[in-house]
């Protein structure tokens, strides 16, 4: 009895292990595809049938029927391909069915392909999950016991666990190879200055086409105004409206696609009067259908799908033109009373962060000083004369704008006369210079009763007059061999500048 009840065991393990391999070697493959799952947004797989073991000569037809089953927080939408007709079913859309009648031969072994769309819940647990799907005709039906199999499956079931993601649509950073969503502009921006260019970086993951639209918004700081869009990836439309505390862009667009990362470069105009030297704050939010935009980043800056960028800010550039050191040079030494005489060279620079748009420089000549020529200048500068000899010309160069940081120079010649130019000197040439145009000649007068001051020169030259001029119609009798007696030079009147 006992070697029966062995034999019997061993008969039933041996049928069963038949029953196993049978299964196992079932007419039919089922392969269900399935990718990354994210919640807050559709996902789709496809499921592919053919026959198992092609060449075995049999042949199937009929009706198939495909049934496929979510768990809670997924729901069906749709599902199509070539000669399916689906169905979605269930109070909760949880489950979809597809048929198709067609024929599976050796030649012809593959079904197309059917795909399915679902969705997935926003507060969907982030966990494995399993979805479930049966193939069956009459020819082919579902054995009574059901045993799924992970996909690709011959028992008529198949299952795939995929994980549940999280989706997010972030604020990535300002400007590329800046990924801090809070962070501080490398640079001070002028105030004044048109045209700055702000970046602001995004990322999204899992979202997908049916999140739309994305939005970006970003708070400006009083005093900051957008003038344009410069470009983005991807192509953001936007918009400002002004609040009472700074203008609101709103940037739209229909979706952003899963794992990409996109920038909009926004071109921003900053006040004269804008606050100096800051920080000011611009504060980003991003979201979409699912997640909107927050509305608290001023508050909490640091909370997902939030912003802020940190920019400083500086006094507008300007230009501050002042004489050099040596500010004023004259050669020979003596100038000659009636005799052309020069070079006199007034130097110059640009000391300010800023383009000086004119230069204009003003020197009163002394009493007979007459002014002959233009030796040369830089920057390129047209000189004029008003007023008379007796009172004194009044010499004005003015031309070309000046660089932040450069020197410049006007050098020219004069003319003594004999008749109204004192001897030995010295005699004192009094400038003046700024950006003015028209030149400015209260800026002179004010030089001339304080040479000392910031945009001034004060510089002598003593004269010398020639024997003959010195003794009127005595003169006839000087040669060019006695001794005159040359004055001694004056020390020259010199000040501080910057």
Not at 5 to 25: H, P, Q, T, Y
Request: with cysteine; proline share 8%; glycine share 10%.
């Amino acid at each position: 009895m006992r070697a029966q009840a062995s034999f019997n065991r061993f008969l039933l393990f041996a049928l069963l292990a038949g029953v196993s391999s049978l299964a196992n070697a079932g007419p039919l493959r089922l392969d269900v595809q399935m990718p990354t799952t994210y919640t807050g947004t559709e996902f789709s797989y496809v499921i592919q049938i053919r026959k198992e073991n092609i060449g075995d000569g049999i042949v199937y037809s009929g009706m198939f029927t495909v049934h496929s089953t979510l768990p809670e927080g997924m729901t069906f939408l749709y599902g199509n391909g070539g000669g399916w007709t689906c169905t979605v079913t269930g109070a909760d859309s949880r489950e979809m069915i597809c048929t198709k009648t067609t024929t599976l031969t050796d030649t012809n072994y593959n079904m197309s392909v059917v795909s399915i769309t679902a969705h997935t819940d926003i507060d969907m647990p982030l966990a494995p999950v399993e979805i479930s799907t049966t193939l069956s005709s009459a020819q082919v039906p579902l054995p009574p016991i059901l045993i799924c199999e992970p996909s690709p499956s011959t028992n008529g079931c198949a299952t795939v666990n995929p994980t549940v993601q999280e989706s997010k649509i972030e604020i990535l950073g300002w400007g590329a190879g800046h990924s801090n969503p809070v962070d501080i502009w490398s640079l001070e921006i002028e105030a004044g200055s048109l045209q700055n260019i702000i970046p602001v970086y995004m990322v999204n993951t899992g979202f997908g086409p049916s999140n739309t639209p994305a939005i970006l918004k970003v708070k400006f700081p009083a005093g900051v105004t957008y003038s344009g869009f410069t470009s983005g990836i991807p192509a953001w439309n936007c918009s400002a409206a002004m609040e009472i505390d700074g203008q609101l862009l709103t940037c739209t667009v229909p979706y952003m696609a899963s794992g990409q990362v996109g920038f909009a470069s926004i071109r921003t105009d900053f006040a004269p009067d804008i606050v100096v030297p800051g920080p000011l704050y611009f504060h980003a939010a991003i979201g979409n259908d699912q997640v909107a935009p927050p509305t608290t980043c001023a508050a909490d800056p640091y909370q997902r799908g939030c912003g802020r960028l940190a920019v400083n800010t500086r006094p507008p550039s300007a230009a501050y033109l002042r004489f050099s050191d040596p500010d004023v040079q004259h050669s020979p030494a003596y100038f000659t009373i009636g005799q052309d005489n020069g070079p006199v060279v007034v130097n110059f620079r640009n000391i300010g962060d800023g383009v000086a748009a004119n230069t204009a420089v003003q020197i009163k000549l002394p009493r007979g000083f007459a002014y002959t020529q233009t030796y040369s200048a830089i920057p390129a500068l047209t000189c004029t004369t008003s007023g008379s000899l007796a009172n004194g010309q009044l010499l004005t160069c003015q031309g070309a704008s000046m660089a932040a940081g450069s020197t410049g120079y006007v050098s020219f010649g004069v003319y003594l006369d004999p008749t109204l130019t004192e001897s030995p000197g010295p005699l004192p040439l009094v400038g003046a210079i700024d950006s003015s145009n028209p030149a400015n000649t209260t800026l002179l007068a004010a030089c001339a009763s304080d040479p000392n001051q910031i945009n001034c020169f004060w510089h002598e030259i003593p004269t010398y007059a020639p024997c003959a001029l010195q003794y009127g119609m005595d003169g006839i009798f000087c040669d060019a061999f006695e001794e005159l007696g040359l004055p001694n030079r004056p020390q020259a009147i010199h000040s501080d500048r910057e």
